[in-house]
C-alpha cells in the first residue's frame, strides 16, 4: 500500500510533465473540433426559420385551426381532441415543405432582392440539393400523416395546394401580374383544409372560409408590392406596382377587394356557422381594414417615397391584425350543432 502510494504521489520527470501536457493538448483539440462555432447554432435556426417561411406556417396553421374548429362545431363534435394536433402537424409540414421548394425555385430572384438575399438558399448558405430534400421530405411527411390520421379529400387537397403553389404560381411571378391571382388559390386553403379534415367532404361553409382568406389577400399584396416594388423590379418579378408604377392598378385593386371584403366575412353567418353577434363585430372589422386600404390610396399623390412606403406599411400592419381578430370572432361566436 505504501509502495503504491509513492508511485502515485512521486515527483514527475521533465519528460513526463511534457507527455502529460502533450496529452492534454491533444484532447483539448479534439474536443475543441466538435463545438460549434460561435452563434452557429443561432445562424442554423434562423436558416431553418427562414428557409420553411415559419412566419406563414404559422398564418397557416391559425387559419386551419379555424376551419378545423368550426367543422366541429357543425358536427356536434369536441374542438380539442388529438385529431386537431395531428391535423395541424401535417398541414403545416406541408406548409413548410413547399415554401422550401418555393425557396430552391426562387434563389437566384431571391438573391437579387435586399429582404430576400440572406435566405440559405440565396446566400449561397446551403446547397440546393439540401432545399429540395428537406422541402420534398416535408411535403411527403406531411401527406403521410394526413393520410393517416384524416382522410384522402384532405391529402389531395393539400397536394393540389403544393402544386398550384410551388409549380404554378412560382414561375408565373416571372410572367404575368396574374400570378398574384392565382397564387391566392393555395393562399386560402389553410381553413379549408381544417374543415375537410373533420367533415371529409367540401361544403359551403368551408367555400365562405376559403373565400374569406382568398379576398384578403389583395390589399395585404398589393401593400407588399408597392413597399418592395424596387426589390421586385430588380429581380424581374412582374408585380402590378412594377408593371403600372403609377399605382393605379395597384390602389384599384386594393380598394376593389376591400370593399367585397365586408360582405364576404359576413357569408358565414348567413350559412349559419355563427350567430349575429359574429356580424356586429366583422362589419367593424372590415370597415377599419377598408379604410386603411382607402388611406392607402394617397399613395398616387404622395409627395415623398418615405411617405408612401409608411402608408403601405400601415395597410400592411392592419391586414396582418385584422385576419386573426376575424378568425377569433368567428369561432367565439361560432354555433354547436343543433
Not at 442554423?44 to 391559425?62: A, C, P, Q, S, W
Not at 404575368?176 to 397564387?183: E, H, R, V, Y
Not at 400592419?317 to 350543432?337: E, G, I, N, Q, W
Request: with cysteine; proline share 5%; aromatic share 10%.
Amino acid at each position: 500500500m505504501a509502495r503504491a502510494a509513492a508511485l502515485l504521489f512521486r515527483p514527475m520527470t521533465p519528460a513526463s510533465q511534457a507527455a502529460a501536457t502533450s496529452d492534454l493538448a491533444v484532447n483539448s483539440a479534439a474536443h475543441s473540433i466538435h463545438a460549434p462555432a460561435p452563434g452557429a447554432t443561432a445562424t442554423l435556426i434562423h436558416d431553418l426559420r427562414e428557409l420553411f417561411k415559419v412566419k406563414v406556417v404559422g398564418l397557416v396553421l391559425v387559419t386551419g385551426w379555424g376551419g378545423f374548429y368550426l367543422g366541429s362545431m357543425r358536427s356536434g363534435i369536441s374542438t380539442l381532441q388529438s385529431g386537431l394536433l395531428d391535423t395541424l402537424l401535417g398541414i403545416g409540414l406541408i406548409s413548410a415543405g413547399a415554401g422550401a421548394l418555393n425557396q430552391a425555385l426562387e434563389r437566384t430572384t431571391d438573391a437579387r432582392m435586399k429582404r430576400t438575399a440572406d435566405r440559405p438558399l440565396a446566400s449561397g448558405r446551403w446547397p440546393l440539393s439540401v432545399g429540395i430534400i428537406a422541402g420534398l421530405g416535408a411535403v411527403a411527411l406531411g401527406a403521410v400523416w394526413l393520410a393517416l390520421c384524416t382522410n384522402l379529400l384532405t391529402v389531395s387537397l393539400a397536394l393540389l395546394t403544393v402544386f398550384t403553389y410551388v409549380a404554378i404560381y412560382t414561375p408565373l411571378k416571372r410572367v404575368t401580374t396574374m400570378a398574384t391571382f392565382i397564387g391566392a388559390f393555395p393562399g386560402a386553403m389553410g381553413p379549408m383544409l381544417g374543415w375537410t379534415a373533420v367533415r371529409d367532404r367540401i361544403e359551403w361553409p368551408a367555400v365562405a372560409l376559403f373565400a374569406i382568406l382568398f379576398v384578403w389577400q389583395f390589399p395585404h399584396f398589393m401593400s407588399i408590392a408597392w413597399l418592395y416594388r424596387d426589390d421586385y423590379a430588380r429581380a424581374g418579378i412582374r408585380m402590378l406596382p412594377v408593371v403600372q408604377p403609377d399605382g393605379w392598378s395597384t390602389v384599384v385593386e386594393a380598394l376593389f377587394y376591400a370593399v367585397i371584403m365586408i360582405p364576404v366575412s359576413l357569408a358565414p353567418w348567413r350559412l349559419g356557422l355563427t350567430g349575429v353577434a359574429y356580424a356586429v363585430f366583422a362589419v367593424p372589422l372590415g370597415l377599419v381594414y377598408l379604410a386603411y386600404t382607402i388611406r392607402f390610396s394617397r399613395i398616387l399623390r404622395a409627395k415623398t417615397d418615405d411617405e408612401s412606403r409608411k402608408l403601405a406599411r400601415d395597410l400592411l400592419k392592419v391586414s396582418v391584425l385584422y385576419l386573426p381578430l376575424l378568425f377569433t370572432t368567428l369561432m367565439l361566436c361560432a354555433r354547436a350543432k343543433g
